[in-house]
């Protein structure tokens, strides 16, 4: 057989203001699992009364998002009109398509009494065929969400299918996505999928002869189910799906299969900023007038500031 493991990357680390945020995907040596391009971990990060995060308005396009909470809260706002706070337990799937616009600010209740706050925030490369559709925004609360098991191990399955159950949530192709805690020493076999990755989030797990600390991924071999085996306490994720139907090109918070529409959204972006969001490409989510500019372009005066390194790490 194999070698189970394609990959073992560490995760970058890095303080963004007060948190940190440690970055898996894209990687130098691999810049995505099926479909998904990028996977963020951030925290967990402990905020006193009166603080929290506050991500002004940005625009997306060519994706959908999945922030996975597994402590904390977060508001959502995006340019369909969507006001919705996320949970833990519950999944927020906005899709870009051509072009959306959101905030993500940190809930009134929990800036006023303090909170900790951990999440798993991934982008999906959606497939050509829906590349350029109208952006939509779906939430599916957390008792619509499979609970799923393997071994001693439970959790829920946020899309896609595994374990004899699958996800209400809609993807146009092959996708998993799915979060695993093992309450005692366990050893469990991983969804058939052709491209999957594992990821520790606390705890320890060890494929044969490689062990994975939390923050650390592994890229399995297309033909390794398992064992996987756990240490009690552990917490992972696991995410994947159908190989990409072309190649992707990143840029900023941007996702297209060309240059050129990358292009055309830092463009949209800024005649947009100019035209004060009024009958423009992009517009502004209800209740916000802070946004964020193009990387390199001034910051907007009047605004809360955000270190320049947060547009790549969590703003994205």
Known sequence: MSDPVQLMIEARERDIGGFSVRRLLPHAKRRN?????????????????????????????????????????LDHRDSLGTQK???????????????????ERTPPSERAAGHTIEAIQTWVALPLSHETQEPTFQHYPADVLPRISAGQATGVLISGAAYGQRSPVKFPAGICQLTLTASADTAIDVPDVPELCLYVVSGEAQIEGDTLA???MAILAPDFIGPIRLKAGTRIMLAGGDPLDAPRH?????VA????????????????IAAGFTGSHFTQPPGETAWIPLPGDPQPPGMDHI???HDEEWES
């Not at 706070?85 to 905030?103: C, D, E, K, L, Y």
């Not at 990143?250 to 941007?254: K, P, Q, S, V």
């Not at 299969?257 to 947009?272: F, G, T, V, Y």
């Open 33 to 73: 699992v099926g479909p998904f391009v990028f996977f963020d971990h951030l925290g967990p990060a402990v905020f006193p009364p009166g603080k929290g995060i506050d991500v002004r308005s940005h625009p997306h396009i060519g994706l959908a998002t999945v922030t996975w909470l597994f402590e904390g809260a």
């Open 257 to 272: 299969s060309s240059k050129e529409l990358l292009a055309q959204a830092a463009a949209d972006w800024r005649a947009s």
């Open 85 to 103: 706070t996320i949970r833990p337990g519950a999944v927020n799937w906005m899709t870009a398509g051509r072009g959306i616009v959101h905030s």
């Open 214 to 216: 939390g923050g650390m």
């Open 250 to 254: 990143l840029d900023w918070n941007f």
């Open 307 to 309: 270190p320049d390194d």
